[in-house]
């Protein structure tokens, strides 16, 4: 089972990267018993199977995952959010109210309006159907305070880093908490704005710098700089 | 304005540009060169200068045009009025509109249309000066614009013509010996696969000159592609730069 090219390589679609008894993987596809690229990115060899990590992608929902949008639509039982991908997502107004939902009664912009940001779970999602969203979970619902930040959907991994090490570091160290969507938004809320400016210009700083390693080591570096300086700021 | 040369090919065996017969036109390419797009590429293919931008998959507006089983792909061909010696029209014209249809089929194949059903990827060509083989330049700009949206790929696609000028198979032909040459042979090929995804004449060729034409406008395809792939490379270069010093670390 030949391997034709080193970890880390940058490939482009139709790169042909492995035969015999691999598995294609993310971003790869199978033809006659060989792997080939379906998109730019940098190839990942594990034991039995190879991936490419794309460099540029966009979201595809599926089941359960955590994801934030915009309110674009507001429609008259539920509403349809932007969900930063090619398909948008409904969002029911029952769900919402957590009891019937009352045409006459209840007025859906004075719950979610256009434009409001909203944290919610993908229930369902398949390929005839668009995904839909629940907010009926602890943690879900619309967003009143915080910050916004958009990095690229395939990144996020690196966000969390191995084990969650990178996200909970963030945390540790900035006080703020945060709120991943896994279509590449991310919320941060904070004591304070400066709290927040920190944690955004850290997960900024791992978007662009994705591809290195060391790079949890650098982010820790970076943060408690900038804790020293607000704290002798502080002193004086 | 355009009159007609005595000779098209001199006594060297040269072409009127210089060329020798199975030289290609100076290639340049670039990547991601309009930020609203999802991806796009700008080619110079001799005189040629063409823009090519991405977008989607997105929603399908109108709604009824949606695929229930895959993505519906939307291109349009248009040349600026200015892109011609005379003004052309900015309207859409007949040949812009089979263009448009032929640069679409030629890039189908190699687009995972079953991914992503009920969306529509529109692919834009903008030629802005235009001097012979617009029409494979287009895909070759096209291709990279997809490749550089993310949307998933089976293979780059790469574009190149031959044909007949003066009883002598040449490659890559230029505006006037397009229109004064006997046959034209635009070919477009998937190179990883070994597909060929378009294939047109226009003109008259014996079954061997035919042959021999195609063969060569596959060599040519293929010495475009090594410049396709070092275009998307480049974009990334910072990428592949920032890995080589984790090795290092």
């Known amino acids: ?236 | 304005m355009n009159d007609k040369p005595e000779k098209l090919i001199d006594k060297k065996g040269l072409r009127l540009d210089g060329r020798k017969l199975d030289e290609l036109r100076p290639v340049k390419l670039q990547v991601g060169v309009i930020s609203s797009a999802d991806g796009s590429a700008y080619i110079e293919h001799g005189k040629n200068k063409i823009l090519a931008g991405v977008y989607g998959p997105r929603e399908v507006h109108p709604k009824h045009l949606a695929l229930p089983d895959r993505t519906v792909v939307k291109c349009r061909y248009h040349m600026a009025p200015f892109s011609v010696q005379e003004r052309k029209s900015p309207a859409p014209s007949r040949r812009e509109i089979e263009l448009s249809k032929v640069i679409r089929e030629a890039l189908e194949p190699a687009i995972f249309m079953e991914y992503y059903p009920r969306t529509m990827i529109n692919i834009f060509v903008e030629v802005l000066q235009a001097d012979g083989g617009t029409r494979c330049a287009a895909i070759t700009a096209a291709a990279l614009a997809l490749a550089d949206s993310g949307i998933p790929m089976r293979d780059l696609v790469v574009a190149c013509a031959a044909g007949k000028v003066e009883d002598k198979i040449v490659l890559d032909l230029f505006d006037t010996e397009d229109k004064v040459g006997t046959a034209d042979v635009p070919v477009a090929l998937m190179p990883n696969l070994n597909a060929i995804t378009l294939l047109q004449m226009d003109g008259t060729l014996s079954t061997d000159e035919f042959e021999s034409a195609v063969n060569l406008a596959l060599e040519g395809c293929k010495q475009i592609y090594v410049l396709q792939k070092e275009a998307l490379r480049t974009k990334y270069v910072n990428v592949k730069e920032e890995n080589k010093e984790e090795v290092e670390e």
């Open chain 1, 1 to 236: 089972m030949p391997i034709f090219l080193e970890r880390k390589q940058l490939v482009t679609p139709g790169d042909l990267i492995a035969e015999g008894e691999y598995t294609a993987g993310e971003n790869t596809y199978m033809e006659n018993n060989k792997i080939y690229a379906s998109r730019v990115g940098i190839v990942e060899y594990e034991t039995k199977r190879v991936d490419v990590v794309a460099l540029k992608s966009f979201y595809v929902p599926r089941m359960g995952d955590i994801v934030i949008g915009t309110i674009s639509e507001v429609g008259f039982s539920g509403w349809t959010v932007d969900i930063n991908s090619p398909y948008p997502a409904l969002l029911r107004a029952s769900d919402v109210l957590s009891r019937p939902f009352r045409p006459q009664k209840d007025d859906l912009p004075v719950v979610l309006d256009m434009g409001d940001l909203v944290v919610a779970k993908i229930v369902s999602y398949d390929r005839t159907h668009d995904p839909q969203l629940t907010v009926a979970e602890p943690g879900l619902g619309r967003i009143t305070r915080g910050q916004i930040v958009k990095v690229t959907p395939t990144k996020i991994p690196r966000v969390i880093g191995k084990k969650g090490s990178m996200i909970s570091m963030i945390k540790q160290e900035t006080g703020c908490n945060i709120i991943l969507g896994v279509n590449g938004v991310v919320l941060i809320t904070g004591k304070t704005l400066e709290d927040e400016q920190l944690a955004m210009m850290a997960i900024l700083k791992i978007e662009a710098e994705s591809h290195t390693s060391g790079l949890t080591d650098r982010i820790s570096k970076m943060l408690k700089e900038a804790k020293s300086t607000k704290e002798e700021k502080m002193n004086e």
